[in-house]
């Protein structure tokens, strides 16, 4: 299917080291290096840098 290998599901993991962890997906023809966003880790209480993980 095309779908999974355009937009392919990744895990978005705290650099804060809690270990909290969003799953999303990205496209990867638009983003085809490693996603970083930046949202909530509620073990700090604050944002911080999610990093995609393979």
């Known amino acids: 299917m ?3 290998d355009v937009r392919p599901i990744i895990k ?6 809690t270990g909290t962890t ?3 997906r990205k496209n990867r ?4 290096d490693r996603m970083v966003l930046r949202k909530y ?3 700090v209480g604050r944002h ?3 990093r995609e993980e393979r």
């Open 2 to 4: 095309a779908r999974n």
């Open 12 to 17: 978005l993991r705290s650099t804060a080291g």
């Open 22 to 24: 969003y799953v999303t």
């Open 29 to 32: 023809r638009n983003d085809p």
């Open 41 to 43: 880790d509620a073990r």
């Open 48 to 50: 911080v840098d999610f």
